[in-house]
C-alpha cells in the first residue's frame, strides 16, 4: 500500500468522530463533557446549541400538538374549523401551564446552557484570540435534572451548519455590515434565533456584538406555532419599550413564511416593525428577500460574500490537503478545475481540483483529481469522515476534512448504471455492510412526530384514504399502525441517496460500482428520519422503471443478510422514498404518481393474483377512472376490493380487458401489472392486444389530429399531455382550453374531430372512434365476446351496447339509456363488485374458486386502509373500526 493509500484512513486525532447524528439529550451531553474536556470548543459550542434546543422546545412543548392542530384549524375556510382552533389553542395554554417541577428543571438548564454557549460563542468566532476560562464543566451539573424532563426528544440538526456551508466568519461579516448601517451603542439589542438554526446563530451574533463593543445584548429563540413564554414577551416588549432593536436571524430563508411568523410573533409582545431587523445569509446574488420579508429592515449576506468561497481557493485548499495527505507525501500542485454543481441551488458547495502528489519515500507523483465539497461544520461535518472510516472500500477515498469542507477522490459522472441483477447485488451488498458497521443502538424516530421521519410521511401519504376524517385519523389510528408496521430490530445509521444516479462506475471497486453522496442525506434538514435498512433498500427502488428489479434488490438483500424483507413495509418505504424524490426534484410530479402507483398496484397484484392462470373465456370490460380505480391517494390506483373483482373474473375463467380514455402508456402499464389481454385506450382510438397496439383512427384524422396537436403547441399558455398519441389532450391552466384560443385552428372544424370539453382537460378525439367500437376490436382479436361491461360516464355508453350485462357503480354519470343498464347498489370498486355477483351469481372471493389466501394482521391492516373508501365515504367508519380491531392485536404481526 502506497503512503497515498494509507493518507485516506489517516486518524483525525482527539477531534469528535460520530456517526448517528440524531441524538437525544443523554448522548448530547455525554459528547459535550468529552469537547470540553478535548478542549474542542466549535464541538462543545454545537453540542451546547443543540442541548439548547432541546431544552427550549421542551419550555415551549405542544402537549397532544394542540398548538399545531390550532395552526391549521385557524387556518381553514370553515367557521366550524376555525372555532375548533381558537378551542385547541386554549387547551394548548392550559396544557402549557403544567408541568411545575419539569418546568423548573429545564429553566435551570437553560439558564445553564446561555451560559455555556455565551462563553464559548468567543473561541469560536475567534479561535486563535479567545479561550472560554475554566470551570465550564461546572455549568453540567444543572443539566443531569433536566434530561429526564426531555422525555427522550431527539436534537433537530440545524440546516445553517449542517446542510448548508454557513460559517462563524459569516457571522462576523454581517456583524459589521449591521454596524454599519445602525448606531448600536448604548441601546439593548435582542437577538431571537428561529429554532433550530436560530440556536446555534444567535449566541455568536451575541458575541460578536459583544465584541463589537455593545454590552446590552440578550438571546431569545422561539419556533413558529408555538407561542412565547410570559416572561419572553416581557423581555421583548422591554426591549421595544427603550428604543432597542431586535434582530432576527436564521438559516437562509427559502420561502420566508417562517421567519415572517417569527417577526409576527415579535412585533406581538410590544415591538415595532420599524425595530425588527432581519440578519441573514442569503443563496441569491442580490439582496433581495423573499415575499413575506420583502421590503422589511434587513441586513443580508448574499451567497458570493460567504466565507467558503475564500476556503475554497487553491491556496488554502492546498494547505489543508498537505495536512491529511501525512507526513509522508508532499502536496506539489494544486490547481482549481472548477464548481462541481449539486442537486440543488439550496446546498453545500463543491469544487473539483487536480492535485500532483509525491511519495516521499518513492519519490513517485501520482496526478490525481480532488472534490472538495461543503460537508457541514465541527463533529457535524467531520460525520462523512466517521461513516468513510466504517466502509473501506465501498466508497470514494475520503482523505479528511477541514473547516466545514470533506476532501475525496473524484469520480467522474458517467450514464447511470442499468437495472439488473448486478446493480441490485451491488446496492444490497452495500446496504447490508451499513447494517454490519454502522449500527445506530439510540435510534428514536417514533418520537419525531411533526418532523417527516419515514413513518410520519408514509402514513401522510395514505391518509387520503380516510377522506373528512383524515386529520383525526392520523393522530389516532394512521400513525400507531404505521408505525408498528415500520418496526425493525437492526436499526442503522442511513444513507438516504441510494438511488441509480449515486452509484459511479469504478473498474476498481467490486461490482464495477462506488457509492458516492454516502452521507449528505442521512439526516439532511428536508430528510426522511429512518435507521431501517430496507428503507435505503427502496431508495434504490424508487428510481427505476424496471418492472423487476425491486424483487431482485429484496431477493439480493435476503441472501446478503438472512432477513426477509415484508411487503407492507416494502411499500410504504417506496412510497416515502418516492414522496422524498419528488419534493428534491429528482423525479417530477407525474413519474411520482405513476410510480407510486405501481407500488400500491405490486403490493395488490402480489396478494391477489399472483399465481391465477389466465382464463379463455368471454370478455369483460371495465373502466378505470371511477369504476376500478379512484384518486384517493392523489393519484388514480385501484384497491383491495377492485383487485378482487379482477381475481374472481380470471379464476372463473373470464378474460378482463380495460376500456378507458386514458392514454395507451397507462393502459400498457396497467395491462402488464394485472396480467390483462388487453385494453382500449384514448376513447376507442387504439387498442392494445397482448403487447401490441393497434391504431383504429383512419389515416386522414390521423393527419387531421397532428396538425390540431402542432396548432396548439404554438398557443402560449396552452399545455398538451405528451402521453396522449392518438388523440389530443391539451390544458391552460389547470383547465380546458377556452373556446377563442380553439378558434385560430382551422381543423377543429372538419366534420371528423369530435372536441370534447372536461372539468380538467380538452380531450380532441376522431367523431367516428368510441370505446364500443375500439371494445369490438379488441374482442374480435381475442376471438371473445363480450359478457359484461362496467362503465360510469356517457363514454362507455357504446360499451354497454357490445356486452349481454351492462352495469354501472352508484357513482355513474349516465343520462337515461333504458333497461339494459343497471345501477348497482354500490359505488366505485364495490359497485364493480356488485357487477361481478351479477355475472358469477356471488360476491367475488366467496367461493373456493376466487377465494384469496389468508392474510396476516398486519397485511390485513394495510389492505384495510387502502379499501377505505371503494366505496366512497360511506365506508370509511365501518372500515375504520375494522382496522382498529387488528391494530388492537398483540400478537401474530
Known amino acids: ?51 439548547s434546543q432541546l431544552v427550549e422546545d421542551g419550555l ?117 455590515a449591521l454596524g454599519h448601517r445602525y448606531r448600536l ?59 432597542g432593536m431586535v434582530l432576527m436571524t436564521d438559516d437562509p430563508p427559502g420561502s420566508g413564511t417562517s421567519l415572517a411568523a417569527a417577526a409576527q410573533m415579535v412585533a406581538a409582545a410590544g415591538v415595532p416593525d420599524a425595530r425588527i431587523v432581519f440578519v441573514l445569509s442569503l443563496f441569491g446574488t442580490t439582496a433581495e428577500l423573499p415575499g413575506p420579508l420583502a421590503g422589511r429592515p434587513a441586513v443580508v449576506q448574499p451567497w458570493p460574500d460567504w466565507s467558503v468561497h475564500a476556503r475554497l481557493a487553491p491556496g488554502p485548499v492546498g494547505r489543508a490537503l498537505a495536512e491529511l495527505a501525512g507526513p509522508d507525501l508532499d502536496v506539489d500542485e494544486v490547481q482549481p478545475l472548477g464548481p462541481v454543481r449539486g442537486g440543488s441551488d439550496r446546498g453545500h458547495v463543491r469544487a473539483l481540483f487536480a492535485a500532483r502528489l509525491t511519495d516521499r519515500g518513492t519519490g513517485a507523483q501520482v496526478s490525481k483529481e480532488i472534490l472538495v465539497e461543503g460537508a457541514g461544520l465541527g463533529y457535524l461535518g467531520r460525520h462523512g469522515v466517521a461513516v468513510a472510516q466504517a466502509l473501506p472500500g465501498l466508497l470514494p477515498r475520503v482523505y479528511g476534512f477541514r473547516d466545514g469542507l470533506l476532501y475525496r477522490d473524484w469520480l467522474p459522472p458517467a450514464p447511470g448504471p442499468g437495472s439488473g441483477e448486478a446493480l441490485a447485488a451491488t446496492v444490497a451488498g452495500y446496504v447490508d455492510a451499513r447494517r454490519r458497521a454502522l449500527p445506530a443502538p439510540s435510534a428514536a424516530v417514533e418520537r419525531m412526530g411533526g418532523r417527516d421521519p419515514a413513518w410520519e410521511v408514509a402514513g401522510r401519504l395514505l391518509s387520503g384514504q380516510f377522506g373528512p376524517l383524515s386529520v383525526p385519523a392520523r393522530p389516532l389510528l394512521l400513525d400507531p399502525l404505521v408505525r408498528r408496521l ?73 441472501r446478503r443478510s438472512g432477513q426477509r424483507v415484508d411487503p407492507e413495509r416494502w411499500l410504504l418505504y417506496r412510497l416515502a422514498q418516492l414522496w422524498r424524490l419528488g419534493r428534491a426534484g429528482d423525479l417530477g410530479p407525474d413519474l411520482v404518481d405513476q410510480r407510486s402507483a405501481a407500488a400500491i398496484h405490486d403490493y395488490l397484484t402480489s396478494w391477489f393474483l399472483r399465481g391465477l392462470a389466465p382464463g379463455s373465456g368471454p370478455v369483460c370490460a371495465i373502466d378505470l377512472d371511477g369504476v376500478l380505480e379512484c384518486d384517493r ?57 397482448h403487447g401490441e397496439a393497434t391504431d383504429l383512427r383512419p389515416p386522414p384524422v390521423a393527419g387531421l389530429l397532428g396538425r390540431i396537436r402542432a396548432g396548439l403547441a404554438r398557443l402560449p399558455g396552452v399545455d398538451l399531455d405528451e402521453r396522449y398519441r392518438y388523440v389530443v389532450r391539451a390544458r391552460a391552466g389547470h383547465g380546458p382550453v377556452p373556446a377563442e384560443a380553439l378558434a385560430g385552428i382551422p381543423a377543429l372544424a372538419d366534420p371528423a374531430i369530435r372536441v370534447v370539453h372536461g372539468d380538467g382537460q380538452t380531450d380532441i378525439t376522431a367523431a367516428g372512434a368510441d370505446k364500443g367500437i375500439g371494445l369490438r376490436a379488441l374482442a374480435g382479436g381475442l376471438d371473445a365476446g363480450c359478457i359484461l361491461a362496467v362503465g360510469d360516464s356517457p363514454p362507455d355508453l357504446p360499451l354497454f351496447a357490445q356486452a349481454a350485462l351492462a352495469r354501472a357503480p352508484r357513482n355513474a354519470r349516465l343520462p337515461a339509456a333504458g333497461d339494459k343498464i343497471r345501477v348497482t347498489r354500490h359505488a366505485y370498486q364495490a359497485g364493480l363488485s356488485d357487477a361481478c355477483a351479477d355475472l358469477l351469481g356471488h360476491r367475488p372471493g366467496r367461493c373456493a374458486r376466487c377465494r384469496p389466501p389468508s392474510f396476516a394482521p398486519r397485511t390485513r391492516a394495510v389492505l384495510g386502509v387502502l379499501d377505505l373508501r371503494s366505496g366512497g365515504v360511506p365506508t370509511i367508519p365501518s372500515r375504520a373500526v375494522a382496522i382498529a380491531a387488528v391494530l388492537a392485536r398483540r400478537t401474530g404481526w
Open 1 to 51: 500500500m502506497t503512503a497515498i493509500d494509507q493518507a485516506a484512513g489517516q486518524a483525525t486525532g482527539n477531534a469528535l468522530l460520530v456517526t448517528d447524528l440524531l441524538a437525544d439529550g443523554d448522548a448530547l451531553a455525554a459528547r459535550l463533557a468529552v469537547a470540553l474536556r478535548s478542549q474542542q470548543w466549535l464541538d462543545a459550542f454545537l453540542l451546547a446549541a443543540g442541548l
Open 60 to 176: 415551549h412543548d405542544d402537549p397532544l400538538m394542540l398548538s399545531r392542530a390550532a395552526s391549521y384549524l385557524t387556518g381553514r375556510p370553515s367557521r366550524l374549523a376555525r372555532l375548533a382552533g381558537r378551542v385547541s389553542g386554549a387547551a394548548g395554554a392550559i396544557a402549557r401551564a403544567g408541568g411545575g417541577q419539569r418546568r423548573r428543571r429545564l429553566q435551570r438548564a437553560r439558564t445553564a446552557l446561555v451560559r455555556l454557549t455565551e462563553r464559548l460563542a468567543g473561541p469560536v468566532l475567534a479561535p486563535e484570540q479567545e479561550a472560554p476560562g475554566a470551570g465550564l464543566t461546572a455549568l453540567l451539573a444543572d443539566l443531569a435534572p433536566a434530561l429526564l424532563a426531555l422525555g427522550g426528544d431527539v436534537v433537530r440538526l440545524p440546516a445553517c451548519y449542517h446542510s448548508f456551508d454557513q460559517h462563524p466568519d459569516d457571522v462576523r461579516w454581517l456583524v459589521r
Open 486 to 558: 415500520l418496526r425493525h430490530d437492526q436499526p442503522t445509521v442511513p444513507d438516504g441517496k441510494t438511488d441509480r444516479r449515486h452509484w459511479v462506475p469504478d473498474p476498481s471497486a467490486a461490482g464495477g460500482l462506488r457509492k458516492v453522496d454516502f452521507y449528505q442525506r442521512a439526516f439532511g434538514h428536508l430528510d426522511l428520519a429512518c435507521y431501517d435498512p430496507v428503507f435505503d433498500l427502496a431508495g434504490a427502488a424508487a428510481d427505476t422503471s424496471a418492472a423487476d428489479f425491486e424483487q431482485q434488490l429484496r431477493d439480493a438483500y435476503q
Open 185 to 243: 451603542d448604548g441601546v439593548p439589542v435582542c437577538v431571537v434565533g428561529v429554532r433550530t438554526s436560530g440556536s446555534y446563530l444567535a449566541p455568536l451574533y451575541a458575541a460578536a456584538l459583544r465584541a463589537a463593543g455593545n454590552p446590552l445584548v440578550s438571546v431569545l429563540t422561539c419556533r413558529p406555532g408555538r407561542p412565547l413564554r410570559r416572561w419572553e414577551r416581557a423581555a421583548l416588549r422591554a426591549v421595544g419599550r427603550a428604543g
Open 633 to 689: 391517494l392523489g393519484y388514480p390506483a385501484t384497491s383491495p376490493t377492485g383487485m378482487m373483482a379482477l381475481r374472481a373474473l380470471i379464476a372463473h375463467g373470464y378474460r378482463p380487458v380495460l376500456a378507458t380514455g386514458r392514454s395507451l402508456p397507462e393502459v400498457r402499464d396497467r395491462c402488464a401489472a394485472f396480467g390483462l389481454a388487453g385494453g382500449v385506450a384514448e376513447y376507442g382510438t387504439v387498442i392494445l392486444h
